[in-house]
């Protein structure tokens, strides 16, 4: 049964999208709206299922511990990125280095 509820929840999404290319000449906010409306509806259809309850938990879920989340500051956020940028310039120079030292090896081994 379950299946099935997630199977004929797929048909207003399907039938949406196949009338938004029938109807290519109504206007795009008419044929996206229709769209969203069928999403709308094969969700809440969707949510009748045993898997459509445990994902909207999941979510309930992942919101909560989002709002636990202590995010870092303006200045942290910019301090971070120049050190993660600092460290990538000195990184690709000594990888440079390497190659050039491994390229001169090489020349100087083979003639």
């Known amino acids: 049964m379950e299946k099935l509820k997630l199977t004929i929840a797929t048909f207003p999404v399907a039938a949406a999208i196949g009338a938004f290319y029938y109807y290519s000449e109504q206007s795009m906010l008419l044929r996206v709206i229709g ?18 309850r445990a994902a909207a938990a999941f979510m309930r879920d992942a919101r909560t511990e989002v709002r636990k989340v202590v995010w870092p500051t303006r200045k942290e956020t910019a301090q971070t990125t120049m050190f993660v940028i600092a460290a990538a310039v000195i990184a690709g120079f000594f990888f440079w280095l390497v190659d050039m030292f491994l390229g001169w090896a090489v020349r100087f081994l083979t003639g």
């Open 35 to 52: 769209v969203l409306v069928a999403a709308g509806i094969s969700v809440l259809i969707a949510m009748q299922s045993e898997h459509g």
